[in-house]
């Protein structure tokens, strides 16, 4: 008898902390919806000899930064894909995941660097280097805003 009043007691506790923790989740993932409202768009254009880069950015309340990317390099497939990643300072540090023209079953993922600049995004010049399979910028290794060939311009945003 004791075990089952004891029993009955323990259930309820267990369903209330239950309900708690769907709650706490439910709360955690609205802010985290939330902060990933666009609160402005900006669309870029690069060109370099018959180089065409199109870029979409979307500032996010968080403050992280989304969009996509096509590459349109000569004698190249064209690439095509989406672009994260945060401000810090006046320097966009990103990630582009894109496929190819020709072989859209792959998916591949280089780091980028855009230096804001007098209204223009500087595409800079790093040292890559790839640990495990992950591609990323060497941290103490300058990157080069200078000598680059893509500087975006800023373009009102057409929707395809």
Not at 43 to 54: F, K, V
Not at 60 to 68: A, D, P, V
Not at 86 to 108: I, Q, S
């Amino acid at each position: 008898m004791r075990n089952l009043v004891l029993s009955c007691l323990i259930l309820p506790l267990i369903a209330l902390q239950s309900c708690k923790n769907d709650e706490k989740q439910k709360a955690a993932e609205a802010a985290k919806a939330d902060g990933e409202k666009i609160v402005s768009t900006q669309c870029y254009q690069a060109t370099y000899e018959n180089d065409i880069i199109d870029l979409k950015l979307n500032t996010l309340k968080n403050g992280k930064i989304n969009g996509n990317m096509i590459m349109k390099v000569v004698d190249t497939p064209e690439r095509t894909g989406e672009i994260t990643g945060e401000f810090h300072g006046d320097t966009l540090f990103a990630d582009y995941t894109f496929h190819d023209a020709t072989n859209k079953n792959n998916k591949f993922k280089n780091p980028m660097a855009f230096l804001r600049k007098d209204k223009q995004l500087i595409l800079g010049n790093g040292t890559m280097q790839t640990t495990m399979g992950v591609t990323y910028l060497v941290k103490d290794k300058p990157i080069d805003f200078e000598r680059v060939k893509y500087k975006f311009v800023s373009i009102d945003c057409v929707d395809k």
